[in-house]
């Protein structure tokens, strides 16, 4: 089993910045990716950026060159710093976390308890 804890939410002004935390503990195994995902309003939950256990990010194209992904392994933690952020990028952010114990394994896949962001004009 794996808990994640998020944290960094909340409200900001159009063009702000935010940075989110995710602390992950329990059984992560080598291969593993950690990422973000989003859900607004109405909306499919979408994701955001994921980050590989060999450093090897991906974005959504709505958030290349404002989000950065980041993690630390030692800490076991995921960070999404997002700048010059936007009405439309108002969400319940989640963490996830996937991971598994051998190539011929299940994945595990995770999930934190969301965290709001709103982004206002």
């Known amino acids: 089993q794996v808990q994640l804890v998020e944290s960094g939410g909340g409200l900001v002004q159009a063009g702000g910045s935010l940075r989110l935390s995710c602390a992950a503990s329990g059984n992560i195994f080598r291969d593993n990716y950690m990422g973000w995902y989003r859900q607004a309003p109405g909306k499919q939950r979408e994701l955001v950026a994921v980050?590989?256990?060999?450093?090897?990010?991906n974005y959504a194209d709505s958030v290349k060159g404002r989000f950065t992904i980041s993690r630390d392994n030692a800490k076991n933690t995921v960070y999404l710093q997002m700048n010059s952020l936007k009405l439309e990028d108002t969400a319940v952010y989640y963490c996830n976390v996937r991971t598994r114990a051998t190539i011929w394994a299940a994945w595990g896949d995770y999930w934190g308890q969301g965290t709001q962001v709103t982004v206002s004009s």
């Open positions: 980050i590989d256990s060999g450093g090897i990010k």
